[in-house]
């Protein structure tokens, strides 16, 4: 059964730290791309950060480049958003998702929308009070 699950997510005061763990389950993850997501309540769900799997260029949306940061661990099947200096707009559900083949997930520096990926976590609630 193909499934990745998030885990990490909770309340946090502004200026904290969060990290988030995506483990994925039935598939591997080596040569994927992968992507994290999150969705404030009302808004869409947005890009917040890649990494290919042509190049393994990593990517970030502007609001969060140089606090958070992505990476995968291929050995423990699971992947991670290390997110710093928490702001109450960081307030949302993050999903993690994976896309197979040959993939720039941030091409014209734009992240792939939702509609790229193939798999995608339950997500995880991630609240910084104001």
């Known amino acids: 059964q193909v499934q990745l699950v998030e885990s990490g997510g909770g309340v946090v005061q502004p200026g904290g730290s969060l990290n988030l763990s995506c483990v994925a389950s039935?598939?591997?993850?080596?040569?994927?791309?992968i992507g994290w997501f999150r969705q404030a309540p009302g808004k869409e769900r947005d890009g917040v950060s890649c990494?290919?799997?042509?190049?393994?260029?990593?990517y970030y949306t502007d609001s969060v480049k140089g606090r958070f940061t992505i990476s995968r661990d291929n050995a423990k099947n699971t992947m991670y958003l290390q997110m710093n200096n928490l702001k109450p707009e960081d307030t949302a559900v993050y999903y993690c998702?994976?896309?197979?083949?040959?993939?720039?997930?941030?091409?014209?520096?734009?992240?792939?929308?939702?509609?790229?990926?193939?798999?995608w976590g339950q997500g995880t609630q991630v609240t910084v009070p104001s």
């Open positions: 039935g598939f591997t993850l080596d040569y994927l791309a």
């Open positions: 998702a994976t896309r197979g083949g040959i993939f720039d997930c941030g091409l014209a520096g734009r992240l792939a929308p939702i509609t790229e990926y193939d798999y």
């Open positions: 990494i290919s799997s042509s190049d393994g260029s990593v």
